[in-house]
């Protein structure tokens, strides 16, 4: 069912409670490969004590305001770089975040399972994405925008459209934790650290990797310029309907099961099986001509991998592509043991010496994440965006669930059953989803 007759009530541009410091925001290379926007939602069931969406408005926007004094780069702008004006920066001039609050005649019941993208999830953000196109001048765009939707029914989506380069998975959920302690009119749980320093390349850079996980920019391709990033996926065809493939926790056992008969590995996780099995069916699926080299990309957090470690709350840009490659070939002869111990060497590979290698492989290329032949698992379930620590004054995160799934991106969801299962979420063509899924499935 479409979500119709969605009616804006309010809209405002919120700025931090106090004023902040005027001052700037070095964002690293990791941070400058992603300067897109994202778009994703949190649903709520109907309050279970009596609140009415004006005072759940009310206490979202002084929430808010709260949490732009300490992530005051919120509500800045990206300008570029005072010393070098190739790069970005954020300029924190408290320009604020854009804040929408709407109402549908829609019942939260009637979207289905709100834990898998769709269409009409699109309606949840049809106001953030007016306002960020009437803004021409990227230096004038808001980084982050939130539209807040009341159901016929006392149900809510909190949804976000908000650029990449500010915040990675792990710092969304400790931005949501923050914040829903706030709407309870408690304080930071955790208190933002927005040094991005410590991912600075080296001067001079020293490359001590090959760095198969990047591409450099071809022609117009333009990786971290004041143009912003361009990615290969941003120039592909619209794509198809978003399909889904269901794993059940027995399907995913077996796979592990195969990964390890012959020996060769000593263990075996759930995502490496599961993503070494995606990259073989997708790979196949797609008609990869043998000779080609298909990548598999998986990004990993890597806080603690480098050293010293990055500070607790830390919130910049610190997922790294993990990668696997081969011959097409050579994913359709080699045993299950050789393509997960790929994925495994791809995760293991993301020593200190090895990320700030990449971190100087940008820096002197300026490149952008492999996009040859290549698409990328992104394990949306271990995110934790759901939880107990995540429940504002009007009640608890419900589901979390990405807007739309760009092509390129393979989404790894949890199932509605809660069950163990995982929805593999992704875009391809009707004939291909349909040879991805009988590969998927056998034995």
Known sequence: MMVEDVTMVDKAVIVPETPTEHRRVFLSNIDLTLVLYDEAVSFFEPPA???????????????????????????????????????????????????????????????????????????????????????????????????????????????????????????VREFQINFASLTRGEDFVIRPSCDRTLFKARNPPQISHPHLEYSKPIGAEISFTVCGTVGSTLKKSIPDDTHLVYLSPERIASFKKAALKDGQLMSCSSFQAVAAKIWKARSLAMGLQDERISTVLFPVDVRRRIAPPAPNGFVGNALVPGFARARVEELKKAEDSFLVGKVKEGLERLDDEYIRSGNDWLEVHRGIPCCVDSFSVVSWWRLGLEGEELEFKWGAVKCVTPIMVKPGLVILLPDSKDDGGINICLELPSDQIKEFHKLMMEN
């Open 49 to 171: 004590t009596e609140i009415s969406f004006e005072e759940v408005c009310r206490c979202f926007k002084d929430a808010l305001r709260r949490m732009l004094v300490e992530y005051d780069f919120l509500a800045g702008r990206l300008e570029p770089a005072l010393e070098d004006g190739s790069r970005l920066e954020i300029n924190c001039n408290g320009a604020g975040v854009v804040f929408v609050a709407a109402t549908t005649s829609c019942k939260l019941c009637q979207l289905g399972d709100l834990r898998t993208p769709k269409p009409e999830f699109k309606q949840l953000v049809t106001f953030l994405r007016q306002e960020e196109e009437k803004v021409l001048e990227f230096t004038e765009k808001p980084l982050i925008l939130l539209q807040l939707t009341r159901f016929q029914c006392g149900g809510l989506a909190f949804a976000n459209r908000s650029n990449h380069c500010t915040l990675d998975g792990v710092g």
